[in-house]
């Protein structure tokens, strides 16, 4: 018996990553996953997309649990309609949504492209937007639900190159505020979690020196992208429900 158990639970970004280990979790928590997943690399090269959501979806049954696939963009309303309508589909209901699916386009701003802006904001904010309007009314009209957002130190600090990202997981903290604050009669609750953990992410940022490189294989070891799932998954349990906002 797991803090999830029974509970439907959508992740976005769910094969690799952060997004890998809350599914994994999730499964093993005794939740029924919906495994999102586009396939397509971080930074937009091929070469770094390692799992997919198929693969994900095999491993957390392999091992159990239940779970299916979804290789839609989240970036297309349409596509997160398609993709919240298959939770039911499935497995009867959705209680939980976990959204932690992003791509990077960095750049210094005073060389970004219009492209690179519109896709990091695609994905992110409007990724957000898209998945939580899909799946909002059933949560209401059930009473109860659990967003679990994502944003970076990138916007609460700052980072140098990473303006689209910033302002797009600023974004993403806005939303899940009012979602808090709308949901809250209903049973609905949204939190956002600021993460810091090695992925595919973090490993794509260029190193410059081997002072840098000792940072980063230090970072590597001691921050493991499976330490932030428990906290992700008693979010989106009942032990949970008193925390929104």
Not at 63 to 79: K, P, R
Not at 86 to 109: C, E, H, K, T, Y
Not at 221 to 230: G, R
Request: include cysteine; charged fraction near 20%.
């Amino acid at each position: 018996m797991g803090v999830l158990n029974g509970k439907v639970v959508l992740v976005t970004g769910g094969a690799n990553g952060i997004g890998r280990e809350c599914a994994l979790l999730a499964g093993r928590e005794g939740a029924k996953v919906l495994v999102n997943d586009l396939g397509s690399g971080v930074t937009g090269k091929d070469d770094d997309s390692v799992e997919t959501a198929a693969r994900v979806a095999q491993k957390i049954c392999e091992s159990g649990g239940e779970a299916v696939a979804n290789d839609e963009s989240v970036a297309s309303f349409a596509a997160a309609e398609r993709m919240v309508a298959q939770a039911p589909d499935s497995f009867g209901r959705i209680d939980a949504v976990i959204n932690p699916a992003g791509i990077l386009r960095d750049s210094m701003f005073h060389k970004m492209r219009e492209g690179d802006w519109d896709a990091v904001i695609d994905v992110h904010l409007r990724g957000a937007f898209n998945v939580s309007r899909a799946v909002v009314e059933l949560f209401r009209n059930q009473g109860s639900g659990s967003f679990v957002h994502f944003t970076s130190t990138s916007g609460l600090i700052g980072n140098l190159g990473q303006a689209n990202y910033a302002a797009a997981k600023m974004g993403v903290v806005g939303l899940s505020r009012i979602l808090a604050m709308e949901g809250a009669a209903k049973g609905v609750r949204s939190n956002v979690i600021a993460p810091f953990a090695w992925t595919r992410m973090i490993e794509s940022i260029p190193v410059n020196s081997p002072e840098q490189q000792v940072r980063v294989e230090r970072m590597r070891k001691a921050m493991p992208a499976e330490k932030i799932a428990p906290l992700v998954a008693a979010l989106g349990s009942d032990e949970g429900r008193q925390i929104s906002g």
